[in-house]
């Protein structure tokens, strides 16, 4: 996981239907106006490499989530990350998203009032979450490798293994494929200081325009256990992406229970909850 420390790493908000109502989150996007009312609301820094705030703290983990030294709620956000290459023009705008794998991430975030999404989602070390497995990406278009993917998640407590987040096609996310990168295009470009957003297009030319990144793309949908149960010690975190061609839901389910979520077709993250 460490290789990735010179990865900027983003996130796009409001990108899977009732999410962010499901969350609490909605009210904090009074302010964001978006051309799409159905699209996502904007996207929000996770990291960022040199930085010396809380943002330059590597956050990644592909085994362990520490909770942090507060009390407060933490939830998982099971979600797809894309693992993409940046172009920029000469004046640090960026021309072109171009995923080239992809792969399960826990977007694990905090249950708290905060002024900018980003002072949810980096606490410190091993406060996110993405799978050592990812997955080549032939043509992020429709009908390339993606399109026959599914997203589970669940938690494991005492034993007892529940779904967390519903198990959904990635096809059901609100923007995907084209429409997707060219809107993460824009949205970098022009994004400003306001409400739960910030000017990422600043903080890349702060950071020398760097050109790879980790974009993960949206939480889905919770089940009624996933909405209303937060993370706690000793808890077992597991967010799969499957090739549904080849899996059906309740073998995940089954794989999940035994410890064995691995195969061809598969990304699976699995973290163990530590208080830190």
């Not at 990865?7 to 969350?23: D, I, K, P, R």
């Not at 249950?111 to 992020?140: E, M, Q, V, Y």
């Not at 975190?237 to 035994?258: E, G, H, K, Q, W």
Request: hydrophobic residues 35%.
């Amino acid at each position: 996981m460490a290789h990735y420390n010179e990865y900027v790493g983003f996130g796009v908000a409001g990108n899977f239907a009732l999410h962010l109502e499901q969350a609490g989150e909605s009210v904090d996007f009074k302010e964001v106006i978006t051309d799409d009312p159905n699209g996502p609301k904007g996207m929000f820094p996770f990291y960022i490499p040199n930085r010396t705030d809380f943002l330059g703290i590597y956050p990644l983990s592909s085994d362990t989530i520490i909770l942090p030294p507060q009390e407060c709620h933490v939830q998982i956000e099971p979600e797809v990350a894309l693992i993409c290459d940046l172009e920029y023009d000469t004046l640090g705008n960026i021309t072109h998203i171009l995923p080239q794998f992809f792969g399960a991430y826990n977007d694990c975030s905090l249950r708290i009032d905060a002024p900018k999404i980003s002072h949810k989602k980096n606490w410190g070390p091993c406060s996110k979450g993405l799978s050592p497995t990812l997955i080549p990406i032939d043509s992020f278009t429709a009908g390339g490798i993606m399109d026959t993917y599914r997203i589970a998640s669940f938690l494991k407590r005492d034993e007892i293994v529940m779904r967390y987040g519903e198990d959904v096609e990635l096809t059901g996310y609100s923007y995907f494929h084209e429409k997707l990168s060219d809107w993460m295009r824009h949205q970098i470009n022009i994004q400003t200081n306001v409400g739960p957003l910030e000017p990422i297009h600043a903080y890349l030319k702060e950071a020398g325009c760097p050109t790879k990144a980790i974009i993960s793309i949206g939480a889905t949908r919770y089940t009624h256990f996933g909405e209303r149960h937060f993370l706690h010690e000793k808890d077992e975190i597991s967010v799969v992406l499957y090739d549904s061609c080849r899996y059906a839901p309740d073998t995940i389910l089954s794989m999940v229970s035994r410890k064995s979520c691995e195969g061809e077709g598969i990304s699976a993250l699995v973290q163990r909850v530590e208080r830190g």
